[in-house]
């Protein structure tokens, strides 16, 4: 009979469950759903367990992620890049974020996905980089045709969060802590447990499809009283002083001095929560999470209290992941150009070939073959530098595709295919060019201070370029 029952429940796949978060989904998601976690973590490539199936797959893999949404009915998507992804990323996590959202909705489109439920940021100030990023990914997610469901949160209060181990820091390490005006901006933090009752609410009910809800707490509290409960419940005398002028760029640096590994945009995000004093809108979901709230400063204190308890740990599969990405030695690349009128990824890629061989004249060419496939030669010498053949299987007009076969600067290795790829992204105004797995045939020292940086220079030069051309100047 539970078998029976086990096989009519629909699947769902997470993505993004290495974040506190994605992992609190995915063990509540699992009491109702068959739930696969698509995970790219190296370490966690391994039969799952908790009735939770493990499908490992490469995220920037369109491939892999639509071997890996087979059979699923509903997704989560939780992914933020946050982690390297190479051993070298010469990429912003923003522009790495856009592509990995392409792929999932290509790949949830095509494996017949009905639903993808992401969450997002609660708007108030629309000039935040962090709201700009967050409704980048929702068009991208969304542009596929997979009905999307937005879960617009505040601050997500839980054991584990990014939060409490920032507000345990600033407690344990400042006898004073300095405080902007916006610190008493009223916040709407949620806790975990009301944020597990909103995606379940959603995920799965047809009546979510294609729509947003904001998400909050009903209880408004500020950062100076979280930080104050903190000092409370750790033993310690803190002397909280307000300084209403303090720069909000002052307050930043104070924040990566007690936390040194907050990531930039994560921080921004912090930021843009504290200052926005966002209230949000009532929907059905938040009147069902105000239903079923528990006070917050319990929530609170668990969530301090397990910072104590993993205080200066390293989580083991975040380590096994960094020593994988080190021995293989991969590098990543992805620059986001402005696309003039009229262009796509085809006109793009054709432009850069042409580009590059002019601009770098002195010391190399670039040849076309009839197959459409480029070779990148030295110059003088004609010695095959790179060759990249061109994979009309995997390319369409918004996106061409080119695989790197050979040449003096590849290692040609097992394993995945190093592969060059133009793509067109929101609506046709950003084309990303991207580079994914490449092995280096330098040795690594050498290639980090000389071909990566060049790259970074033509990378940066072509952006100006096609910036250029958007703008309407001369095809030069």
Known sequence: ???????????????GTSSFVGAAVCRALAARFKVAALTRSMARAMPGGEDVEVRPCDHFSRKE???????????????????????????????????????????????????????????????????HSAWEMEEVLASRGVPLTVLRTGLVVG???????????????????PLP??????????????????????IGNPESFGREFDVFGPEPVTLRWMLEETAT?????????????????????????????????????LLYMF?????????????????????FRGTLEAAVRSQLESAGERPPQRAKDDEAIRQTGRVRSIQRLRLPPRRNAEWVAERYFLWLGSVMRLFIRTERDAD????????PGGFTLLRLEFKPTHSTADRRMYFITGGALARVLGGRTARLEFRDLLDGRYSMVAIHDFNPALPWFFYRFTQAVIHGLVMKGFQGHMEQLAEGGPLL
């Open 1 to 15: 009979m539970q078998d029976s029952q086990a096989s009519t429940r629909s699947q769902i796949a997470i993505a």
């Open 181 to 202: 005006g916006f610190a008493e901006a009223e916040l709407r933090p949620i806790t975990m447990e009301a944020f597990l009752t909103a995606v379940q609410h959603c």
């Open 159 to 177: 054991p584990g969060g990014e939060l409490s181990r920032l507000l345990a820091k600033m407690v344990r390490r400042l006898p004073v802590i």
């Open 275 to 295: 200052s926005a004093g966002i209230k949000g809108e009532e929907n059905q979901v938040q009147r069902k999470i105000t239903d079923e709230w528990v006070p």
């Open 65 to 131: 992620l639509l071997a890996a949404l087979q059979g699923v009915d509903h997704a989560v998507y939780l992914v933020h890049n946050r982690d390297p992804s190479a051993r070298l990323d010469q990429a912003q996590s923003r522009d790495m974020d856009l592509i990995v959202a392409d792929n999932f909705a290509w790949a949830a489109a095509r494996a017949g996905v009905k639903q993808i439920l992401c969450r997002a940021p609660l708007v108030a100030a629309v000039d935040r980089p962090a709201i």
């Open 233 to 269: 419940l750790l033993g310690r005398k803190v002397r909280i002083v307000s300084w209403p002028g303090m720069p909000e760029e002052l307050f930043a640096a104070l924040l990566r001095a007690q936390h040194p590994g907050i990531h930039p945009e994560f921080l921004a995000y």
């Open 372 to 379: 459409l496939s480029w070779t990148v030669r030295q110059r």
